[in-house]
């Protein structure tokens, strides 16, 4: 059974971090590329950041370059994403989402971000 889980989410104060996980199962996790995509209230679902196949090339959407890292283990079968000097604007839900030209693609069911003093 193919599953990707996400975890790390929650509350946290404007400037402070968390570090969402998300954890695949059921499919060969290194033939896929990982991105994170977060949803605010009344939003598009937007890209937040992606990592290669090998985790050698990453990508991150401009509003959170230099805040947030994107990073993979292929042999935990696990992403990470470190979110740093968190903002009330990266209040969203989250999501892992693993895709693959060829072989398609899958989603997590999401974790909740707020940011909020």
């Known amino acids: 059974q193919v599953q990707l889980v996400e975890s790390g989410g929650g509350l946290v104060q404007p400037g402070g971090s968390l570090r969402l996980s998300c954890a695949a199962s059921?499919?060969?996790?290194?033939?896929?590329?990982v991105n994170w995509y977060r949803q605010a209230p009344g939003k598009e679902r937007e890209l937040v950041a992606s990592?290669?196949?090998?985790?050698?090339?990453?990508n991150y959407a401009d509003s959170v370059k230099g805040r947030f890292t994107i990073s993979r283990d292929n042999a935990k079968n696990t992403a990470l994403l470190q979110m740093n000097n968190l903002k009330p604007t990266d209040t969203a839900v989250y999501y892992c989402?693993?895709?693959?030209?060829?072989?398609?693609?899958?989603w997590g069911q999401g974790t909740q971000v707020t940011v909020s003093s």
């Open positions: 989402n693993a895709a693959s030209i060829s072989m398609g693609e899958y």
């Open positions: 059921g499919f060969t996790f290194n033939y896929y590329y």
């Open positions: 990592v290669s196949r090998s985790g050698d090339n990453t």
